[in-house]
Each structure stands twice: as C-alpha cells, then as structure tokens.
C-alpha cells in the first residue's frame, strides 16, 4: 500500500501527530476508509501517555490511534462484502487461549490478544486499511446514518450486560414478579460510554439514574430527559441514594473512591460492573467494614473488557431501535464532528461532549 | 421448656457466660440437645462485641451462643426424625423475598432472615432446645462421627463453590482440556473454613496453596502435606506468587489490605470469594491501577456469605468421603475438645486451633 | 357489576356463544374494557372441545373465552394506571409452588395455577372487567397501535427463546466466532406464532426457514420478503433441507409426525422447541434409531409454555421494535378485524389468517 | 511396535477375532498395557453389526476393540507419568468446531472426533499400545482396585448430570427448601450403566427407582438394597407409578416405547435423560396429546454421549467415594473376569451381569 494520512502515537510513551505512514505488511481481503472515527478516553489517555499497557506493533516505532470506527468498503475479494458496504471491524483479534479459539477474545485467557488502535495492531485513524472479512461487522440498517459509529463503545456495553446476566445467575436477582420494576441502577459518569449504559439500563427496566460531581450541560439534562434517566449531581445531593439502595452499580469512571462510595450503598445481591479505567485515579481507603458489607450481602463485583463479535451485532440492532424511537435524541449523541489533522480535539475536551468524531 | 444451662451473650455490646435460662416462648416439633458445638470467628466476634450486625432475639435481653453444632434428638414429634437420631440445625431461617420463598435465606434479598446464634434467633449452645423438622439436616453416614460437627462451616463452602461456578460461567474458566489442571487457588487464612476450602479445591483439581503471614503449627503443617495443600509463610516468601497468576483467590482473613495484595497477582478470568469477616481490620489503599487490573483481566470478587439445606446435605456428603479417605488427618480438624461452662475460650483462641469443640 | 356481552363457552365440552353474563364476585383495583382481542388455536379448539385441560372457574358453567388482549383503563383506584392507559393483562395466575413464589406461574411445578380464558379463569372476550394492578402490564409506545394486540403470542415467544439459551449453555452452541452466522432454524407453521418466532430468529442471526405442507398466501409470502425469512412448501420440497443441518428447531404444528421427520434432520447440539399443541393431531412412528440420533448428537427438546411478566415487558420492547423497522409488514400481520358477535370467526379460520382480532 | 493380540471386528460389519495384529503408525509418548477392559452393549452391538454409525481407522480393515479400560504405563516419555501408574485412556478424541477446541469432543459440533475402540481409532482391548500423555487420566486413589475400569462408564453418568443441571437452570427446579428431597428419578435398565446413574441420583437426593420389564438376579437386589434404590419390575406393576410423577428420568434402554411410556408420566418440570443406545429397538406410536403433554409441563428430553476429560476425573472421585463407602458391594458390580481370547463373552451376556471383564 502507499502513503496515507493517519494519527499515530508512540506507545505507551504518547504525543499524537497527524502525518503520512506506510505500513504495507497488512493483509486482508477487503480494503478500508473510515467514514466517521470516535475518539474515546482510552484514545485520549495514550496520547497524554498513561495507559501503560498499550504498546507498538512489532516492527513499528509508532502505533496508528483509533479503535471506533465505521467504515466503508472501497475494494473487496471477499464474498461477503461488496464496494459500498458499511462496516463496523473489530477491536479485538484472538491469540490462542480456550477463549479465543471460540470467538471470544474479550475473555482472552492469558493475554495474548491484540487490539487495534491500542495494543500492537494499527487502528483505523488512517485514510485507507486492508482487514480480513471475518473481522467486519455490516452495518444493516438504511437509516442509523452515522449513530452506527457508536458501535464499538456499544458493543461495550452489550457485553457488559452479558457479565450481569451471568453472575446475577447465583441468585434469584429479579423481585417477586420475575421483572426489574423497582430495581435502581446508578451509573457513575455523564460520558457517551455512561448515556449507553444507562439507555440499557432504561430498556433492562431499571429505574436509572447517572451521576457526576458536578452540573451537566442542557444537552445531557435533555438526553436524560428523553430516555427517562434521572442525573445527580453529587456535590449537590452529597447524601444519595438515602432512601433506597442500589442493585446495579455501573462505573465509567475508573476512580476507587467514588466506586466504593456507591458499593457501601448496594443492596443484597447487588452487582457492580467495573468498566471505566483511570490508571491515574486517586488513591482510596477501604476497611474491613467494607470487606465485610460485600459479603453480607452477597455482592458481586465484576471488571468487564471489550466485547466479541456478537456484541457488536446486538450493538447495532439496538442502536437502530434508539434510533426509531428517540431518533432526534439519539443524533445528539454525536456532540462535534471534526476534520483529520485536527489535533487539539486529542488534547482537550469539548465543553459538553458526548462523544466526538472525526469525519474523514 | 424449664431452665437450662447456656452460653449467652447481649449483642452486639459483647461479653459471654455460661448461665440457666428459660426460652419457653420455642416452638418446633423436635427436641433436641447438642453433642458438639463449634466455636468460631463469629462466636469470638460477638463477645468481643466487634459484631455491629448482631442482635438479641425480640423480647430478649441477651442471646444464646452457637450456631455450629451437632445435635441429638431426644423427642420427636415429626415423622421424620426419631429418638437417637443425628442431626445437624439449619442457621439461617427465611424471610418473605424471592430468595428465601424458594429456601435460599442465604442469599435473602431484604434482609428480613434470621441466624440462630447471631441475629435475631437464640444459638445452640444449650443443653436442650426445640426446633421444627424442615430445620434438621439428618446425618446419614453411621462412621462419620465428630467431623459431622464441621457440617455448618463445610456448608459455607460448598455455597461459595456454587458463587465461584455460577459466576465462573461468565467465560471459558477451564483449560482446553475442559479441566483446572495447571489452575492455581490461593486460599487466605489458615483456620478450619481455610482448610475446607482448600480441601474442596484439591477436589476440583486446582494446584491449591493456603497462606498466612506468620509459620503455622505442625499439626497444619501435617494437614496440608496429607491433603496435598502448600503453605506459604508470606513474612518468609513476600513476593510470592512470582511465576504464577492467582486463578481463584479465597479470602478467609477479611483484611483488605491482604486481599488487595492478591487481587494484584490475578489471572485473566480470575475469580476471587470474600468470606472471611473482620469489621476491625486495618484500613488499606486502592488505586486507579487496582481498577485497571480488574477491569482489563475481566476479574470478579463475589462476597458469599451462609448456605441453604442443599449445601448443609451435600457439606455431610463431601465431609464423608473426606473422612474415608483421609480418615486420621481429618480428625485432627478437631484441635481441641472443651466443656460446658468454659469461658476462656471464647476469649483466648489456642495455640494451634483449626477447630475447638465443647463436648455437651 | 352489572351485566356484560361476552364470548363464553363450557369448557372442556366447547360450542361458543356470545350473550350477557354477570360476573358479580370479580376482584381488582382496575376496571377494563378491550380494545382488541387476538383469537388462536387455542380458542378454536376450545371452541371445538378439543383442549381436554381446559375447564369452568369454580361456581360457573361457562367459562368466558380470550387470553389475547390490548384493553382500556375504565376506571383504576391503583396509583400505577390512570383512564385511558392502555395495557395488557397478563394470562396466567399463580399458585404457591417455588416457581409460582418468584413470580413464574409459566413454570409452575404442581399445575395449581389459572389461565384466564383456559383454566379456571374468566378471559378478556367481554366488554368490561376487574383487575388487579399487579396483572397488568402498561404498552407505553405510543406509535405501537393495534399491534400491541400481539403481546400475548409475542410473550411466549421471547420465554422460549429464554429456554433455548437456558439449555444451549449445555455445550458451545455458537459458531467459532461467537455468533449464530450460518446456524440454521427452521420453523414449522405459518400462522403468526409461527411468523413471531421466524423474526425473533432473524434478530438471533440464524438464517431462517419456515414450513408448511401446501403453499402460503401472497400476504405471507410478502411478510417473509420482508423479513428475510425463506419459505419452503414441503409438498414441494420433500427432500428438505438436503444439505445442510437444523440447529434449531420450532414448531408451532403440535404434529408429532412432522417434528420427528426433522428431529431426523437436526445438527449436533441442536435445540427443538415443542411449542404448538394438537391434541387431535395423527400418530406417528418413532424407532429405535430416532433415539440413536438424538443421543449421538446431543440433542434437546424443550416443551415451552406460556411466559411470565418480564417476557410481556420485553414482548412490547419487540413488537415496538419491529414496528418502527418494518412498519407497514408488522401491520399486515393483523389479517382480520371482527366484531363483536361475529361466531363464524371461532368456527372456520379466514383464509390467509395471520392474526384475526375483535374490534371491542 | 511388533505384533501383538487383540480382539478385533470389522465395522460396522460385525464379527469378532482374537488374534495378532500389527499397529506399526500409532503415536504417542506413553505405552500402555491393559489391567483390565470392560465390556458393554456398544461392543456387543458392534460385534453383531447393528451400530452402523461405527468405522475402522483408515488404512485399516479392522477395527481393534476396546473403550472401558485401566491400564498400567509400561513405558513412558512423559514427565507426567511413569511406569507402573495406573491410567484410564480418553474414548474420544478433538476435531476442530468449537467444543472440540475446549476440550469437549464429547459435544462436538461437527461430528469431526474419533472415538478409540468404536469410530476410526483402535481401542484398547490388546496386549500393548502407545498414547499421548494428555490423553491418560491418572488413578490417583491406592484402594480403589479394579472398581477404576467402572471410569469410562462412570464418566457418561458424570456428564449426563451435568446436562441435567444446565438444562434445568430453565426454571426452579429443586423444592421450596432448596433440595431434591421428594423427587422421584426413574432409571430405565438394569445394566453397569443404570446402576451407575442410581447411584448418582441417590446422592444427588432423588428417591430413585430403577424399573425392568422382569425379575432380576439377586445380586441386583442386593446392590439396591445397599445404595437404597427401590426395583420395580413393570411386568409385576404395570401401573407404575400410579400416586407420583417422575422429575427425572433416565432410559439405557434406548427402546422408544417404553421411554414414552415413562414420559407421559413425568412431573412438570421434569428432565429426561436419554442416554441408552439399541438402533434395532421396536418402533413406538406417539400421539398430538404426547407432544401437548411435554408442553404443558416445561418437559425438557436431552440426549447425552460420552464426556470429557473433566468427567473421568470426577468419575473417579464418585467411585472413590462409593468405594469407601460400600466396599463390598461395589466390587460386585464386576459380575465375572474373563481372559483374553474368550470370543463367547462378546455374543452371550452371562446371567446377572452387571458388568463383564477381560483381565489381561
């Protein structure tokens, strides 16, 4: 392949340029361009250089960014994909652990993975890219337009969801008319990952609330509104939940100590899914009351990483039905469309963003 | 019922002693008086006054001790239980929640259940009490003899083992020959839950280690070399595990800042069952990178706490074979053997204890 | 209350008829009137007095016909409904076995729970009645229209595929990328149960067959257009399928002779479905090599009926989606709007049925 | 390898030959001697040519018997094992779907496995073979003596159980005390094989009956009178059961009548095991009200074959555990020792048999 543009990084160490690569040991049969690229915290924090797991290609003395992408097929020898076709590709390729030999490498057992954008694989911030067809996802759904971008951080949550289902196996975790009603899920964060989680929360029949130490902009008060979340702001109500206690706990934030704040206000049988990571997150002091209030109350608590292909297929069958339903609101989600090279959106958070993309 | 001899404490302000009292207000269609009873972390937690969950039975001012036992029945009014007959009391008794309708109390949603000797409902150390029969486990195998006293803390475990299984579901948990061999289980603590769980380890197949942070007697020493078990002294080996990755992490200690030490040192998939409770143990930090680690490795820590009447039966079971087959080590679980009326036990753990008996 | 005009027939004998009845000991929070009543098989065979499991309510001689409904709060002294709210009452009562206790009469354990228009229970075929909140469950989109009438056969659909994935845990079912691409299911019927299961296996991912023994109406043919739903006439196509392998299998038929001629055609770790009932329908053989097939290859059949209240949730959550994706298609599978009194309608089906229903 | 004696047929043909053959291409880094080799209905049905889903290994025009076996390492390659351990080899051996992968060829996909003894690999009735050292489970307990042959069937019951349990996770299975106490199991057979599953079902907590159209031996009765199963002879009680419903049942009949009989009997809920293989049993009627019934009741039919290298691990430690238990009476499972180059062992079952075998 020759020359493209693309946003490399030097991993784990960071920085981030927008500048011409050639990597021309790539295979696969169908060849790429992004139509539209998120940018996530995980994108962020290796350009600022904490995430000190990420590392380079082999052979490579820079890493390409971007994990979020939808795409669309401009060659293909696969039968599967034609020239036009819009597609989601993996993250996550498979080593050869017991996990990964049945498709799911976002339950890799020994850590022999790798992701692209983040872990030894280029990522998909470039003009153009060759993949393998068994690596793509089709976008189905005439009328997602460009919500199908948030596959990926969707495809998260699925996945996520999947953790619940399966823990909460070792009780009876619904009430005692086999639904949800009554149940309160917190989510902690106001990011795109946090609004997900908390559409799917709305959807499991939680009551559902997200939650941030600070005040919201309108367009997140609005999207709460829309799809019946309730936001906190903890500085303002330093005593919730009072009155009732939390089944799903939800953390986007990476941070122990507002993640043991709201643990101390689980229920029985509560669970808690760990997603977001801050390596740089405070410090914080548990004791063994805390110990001790997990397991009176049978709580679980359960780190969740990526997903495997299925999620992304459920991801977008349920970004199409937000989309039918909250259509106008789900379009918010998408809070700034950028160009390629701009690099400050790497280094700075819009005010107010949801999730952000670049349009290429 | 006329007077009887008991040990009582007021929870959960603390203190014990050996005194008549008069519970005429029981009800149940056995009578029953105990032949051993265990004494445990619990027991010595409550007379320290260290329980803040503890309370006295409604209409009380004091409780009965005891909630691991052997019993006899000295009355029957039930077709099921004769005169003569062995039997093991359930602790926990249930409330009104999905849970305890389909008799798990253990993981009782709203915490309306009670536990015999702890919370709400007087224990067995007593020389004589009443209790209904869907309350008594019988004890079937005629040459299991004192070990039967172990059913109460055996039960915890088979439970925890169910957490561990139901959970595990989550990925592929085995290697790729659908066994644990080469899995590695690190049990906290060395009491007698410690070494029940590490025997129920050895029975799954895990390469099973159990550690303290100071040597352990010999008689341990002896338990573990005859259950196949390795002991590590962590003041003698502080960077263990080195070459290896925790793939089922038990914690019998209730020390935070111990757990957290191992959490550290997990496998991918890996799973860890809080047990053990301390409300006075020392504080500990946790960090943005603890987080991260459980996240990306898709770790889970799940508190279990009791167990239901399919535990208690299948804990007599389990403890059977092990009397079979390790028929001299396993009487040696039982340290010491006391009577009505000693009080220093409760205060003063011996030197050596895995479990200390009182002989009724 | 006073009398009503209703569709009554004495059960299990059958004949139907519509006339006024007075229902004077009915219990509830809620008054009602339908909107829509959905008529099936059930009906007709009731009508016919071919359902030998069917019978009057206690004190009655007739029982009043309809478990299919979309009806109207009249009157509600239940903080949950106001006038106006539309919703659907959920078919079957519970009675006090463990999964009656957890809010699961679908899988009641001893047959101690009522079906309203069944057993025991008069139905929704009557201009007005009581019920309580607890029995209702609230259509809330407010472009879901007529079709929330199909949340009474949708809800069976969604409890049996939460039994497939209950017993697909048995083994991988899964290809090696974790999705259901290229696994086929074949569905036996064209009625819209049969049409409800076909589009709950389009969004699993299987590639998916429906059956009948002669040729389908244009209308059908179109709805599986549509869908993406491949037909096959068995009187056509006798030898299917040749080539390839059933991997799940439903049937809506209740023909035992039909199931087993593709039972003889099911893949490893195949799942089957026995769904539809014919009390009426022929003997068929079966040997000893049928056995020999289904033990070889791991296969399980699962008898499913009715559903519990979170499949009626969830049941609303389809219908709503597949409205908004195939809006026109999803209207057209009511094939028939009665009214009430029309008797011809429980005696012979209308040609091209999918669903008809009774404009109340 | 040089020549060695073995039993051989030619499938799926039939016949049977004691006689010298020369397997010179078979690898392994163990070699292995039988101590004993069992013989079952899968041997004699291969012998007499009616199993036709049975080959000969390519390049072969025989087949060498043999999957029941203990062997003792005569040589060894391997670090795990050294000559004199005593072993049991693995029957079926990986292709490459997605069970196979994990290591469960017993639920494979695709039909791509092997099993020694019955499809395209020889078994293990001669005088010396070599085998990989993953494919040999170690028989760790010193007393278990000539019981450890009873693995491989064993290894089938421990698998089957594990069908049960996945697939009655489908609802509450287990009373409203969490236990199986008052669950009926009915075993069709009086074989190895259905004493083996009693055994299991005893323990598991099941009321257990095992049912023959006819008497049986004393020494049958006398094992039931030791483990505490109840026989039904059905020629005697053709009613049976008339006053309960069966939870669980089992056939190693393989014969569909009477396995329907028995279903149209099952309790709702209720599991059927179907694990009995006879391709030439007679065939059966089954009616629309067969089907209905199933479907009422949630009844769950599953056939299960063979197991993993996880189950022959287990099974040892059940038979172990029986051992220690009922010593005497679980040596009379083996019901008579033959030698190598009996031919009449494999066309005429000895009376009282239970299970047969071959001391090398």
Redesign the interface.
Known sequence: MEKVNAYITDAPGGTVKFTQVNIDDEKGNVTLRPILTGICGTDRGMVKGSLS?TYNPEGYDFLVLGHESLCEVIESDSPEFKKGDRVVPLVRRPGD???C????P??????EKHEAGITGLHGFMRERFKDFD?NLVKVD?PDLGDIAVLTEPTKNVVKAF??FE??S????Y???????EGKKALIIGTGSEAFIYAFMSV?Y?FDTYILNRHPIEDNKIEMCREFGIKFIDSSKEPEFPEKFHIDFLI?TS???GT??KYVRKM???GIAI???????????????????Y????????????DA???HY?RAL?YL??WK??HGEAMNKIITGYFKPGDIDLFENKPSGEIKSVIRW
């Open positions: 797991f652990c017991p996990n030999r049945i498709g799911r976002d339950n890799c057992s020994d850590g068994f759904d999947e953790v399966k823990v196996q070792r009780s009876v619904a009430n005692n008319i086999s639904t949800y959807d029949g953390d990476g941070d122990p993640i043991f229920n029985y049988n760990l997603f977001g990571t801050n390596g740089k997150a405070p410090k914080t002091e548990i004791d063994g009351e805390d110990i001790d997990i397991i009176e109350r049978n709580i679980t608590l359960a780190g969740s990483v495997a292909r299925i297929m069958d199409s039905k039918r339903r």
